[in-house]
DNA sequence: CACGTCGATGCCCGTTCATGCCTGTTTGAG
DNA sequence: CTCAAACAGGCATGAACGGGCATCGACGTG
């Protein structure tokens, strides 16, 4: 039996039993593991299946997507941390620009319930987590919504922001730089991250050390139009040195 | 059972009965409360529920009523009928405009992960629930988040309703009755209910019998800018009747 | 036919993941 | 205010994972 045959049926047997697991598919198929593994790892970059611990889920099977239901990464200790030093950076009350992302959401989560502020997102999960929050006045960026990040892009999104005016902005970046300064992989996401960071009289950066030096596709802004980068303390202190050098104040939380 | 698979079951059973805790649900899987701990963080961090000491509840509930036991769950269960004779409505594609509300929320729930639709809203509960589906377009409207029905009203939110053109917009409202026409108690929330119907080409409003012949504050509507009503059996053919002399036509599920 | 290439598969081994157990701390109901 | 329940964090364990390397057979070229 050839590959794409094995794995035409793999996708079979999902879709008909709603999971299938590595360890029968090996036995059935008398192929090892490993080789398991691989189709399932095909068929998930494919976005035929939804690849789990142990198995696989046919895609659309489970109506949410578990990269936003991240598990206890190493890397969410870390984000919690910065988020906590964010929350020290927010004023006590104004209005306040929040970018999508885990670690602007956490943040987001952890604002105290004695805050009294006017937030603005184009993030839906962030929108969703604080609609209920007494001491916030809430608005929503409309848009339309990506579905990977769950952000509001596009026309409406980048007319909003350039119609508002807010103390602080919190934003994220996939990957930052002081040559290349603040990159996204989506073009469209980069236009309202400019427009929200453009929007806001002080620019605050959250970004794990994991993603200094790092470069995506999509560019939205220098390195010194942030005034405060929160990050950990797995960013080395050269490296912080020089992006201080370059006029962004480093938090290593 | 695989952890998402798990995962996806609580989050089924959260939203069913508006609240889960965590010893009922190790003993459901048979798994220990740890784990299940783990995974309501998860779901928590992803922002689909809310933690609470003991259990869990699902983010963006639109009303919290303090006890959804009986009382709740009848009305609950024609809410049901009439989402689902609702999505008999839908169009197999196009644009749509969905209203906030729970009964409209339902709905969206419910809508097939094979439909291919555009979608505009203004309630965040129902963009968060539909902004996985992969096959929905999803736009939000913008504007001020109301704390009380998490939906987007004021300027942003009328300026956006005013720049498009829907085939259908499901409305609910508080009240409606032929003489008085369609009432809600919010005036902000009126004046952008009343932009999402103009901007859709045929109205279908979502309300159960016991808002019939109810008034509240503000209007944003007649019966008549209403094509079909969907409604429960607990309107009497008369009423329903003279609504439909009225020029509406009435669907009771 | 001989030889080199390449893709598929299997094997090995260090790493990660999911879960359970334990312990000290926090929470909230009475 | 008290105390049992719930919680968080640390640790242990076995299964699952994934990258690197070896093998094998199919294929193509000279």
Redo the contacts between chains.
Sequence with gaps: MYAPERQQEILRLARDGG?VDVVSLAEEFQVTAETIRRDLKALDRAGLL?R????A?PA???????D?????STAADEKDRIARAALAELPAEGTLILDAG?TV??MAAAIPPDASLTVVTHS??????L??H?GI?????????R?RT?A?VDA??LR?YGEIRADVAVVAANGFSVEHGLTTPDLAEAAVKRAALTAARRVVLLADSSKYAQEHFARFGALDDVDLLITDTGLTPEDAGDIERAGTEVVRA
Excluded: K, M, T, Y
């Design positions: 999971r939804r789990v611990h142990g198995g889920i659309g099977r489970l109506d949410f997507e578990p936003l239901a991240e598990r206890e885990s959401a956490r839906l999960p962030i929108a969703a987590r609609a209920d007494p006045q809430l608005h929503i960026v409309g848009g339309r919504v579905h769950r509001a409406w999104a909003a």
